[in-house]
Nanobody
Framework: QVQLVESGGGLVQPGGSLRLSCAASGMIFSINAMGWYRQAPGRQRELVAA???????NYADSVKGRFTISRDNAKNTVYLQMNSLKPEDTAVYYCNADVRTIATMRISAFWGQGTQVTVSS
């Protein structure tokens, strides 16, 4: 009933930049928080950055000053601008959204399928 589609991953050299996008569609009444998580091989999924519907943000300490999260509420889309990328940023990045659906009028968490980000020379 709700789909999150990510794009923008890929291979980049250390120090480079990438911009991830995640568009939500389907039976959406409203979207509360949206965020980006990542999971590296052998590690647990971790929060990278999150943004509320009013624009308040929070970041993992490891990405502060390098990553910027933003959203376009009219397009139900969240972005993650990643600068000064490091090899340790290599992971699958997942989009998350807390959506109040038209069907139930309850808030549920939805996830994208993930997009690979590889930082390597």
């Amino acid at each position: 009933q709700v789909q999150l589609v990510e794009s923008g991953g890929g291979l980049v050299q250390p120090g480079g930049s990438l911009r991830l996008s995640c568009a939500a569609s389907g039976m959406i009444f409203s979207i509360n928080a949206m965020g980006w998580y990542r999971q590296a091989p052998g590690r647990q999924r971790e929060l990278v950055a999150a943004i509320t519907s009013s624009g308040s943000t929070n970041y993992a300490d490891s990405v502060k000053g390098r990553f910027t999260i933003s959203r376009d509420n009219a397009k139900n889309t969240v972005y993650l601008q990643m600068n000064s990328l490091k090899p340790e940023d290599t992971a699958v990045y997942y989009c998350n959204a807390d959506v109040r659906t038209i069907a139930t009028m309850r808030i549920s968490a939805f996830w994208g399928q993930g997009t690979q980000v590889t930082v390597s020379s």
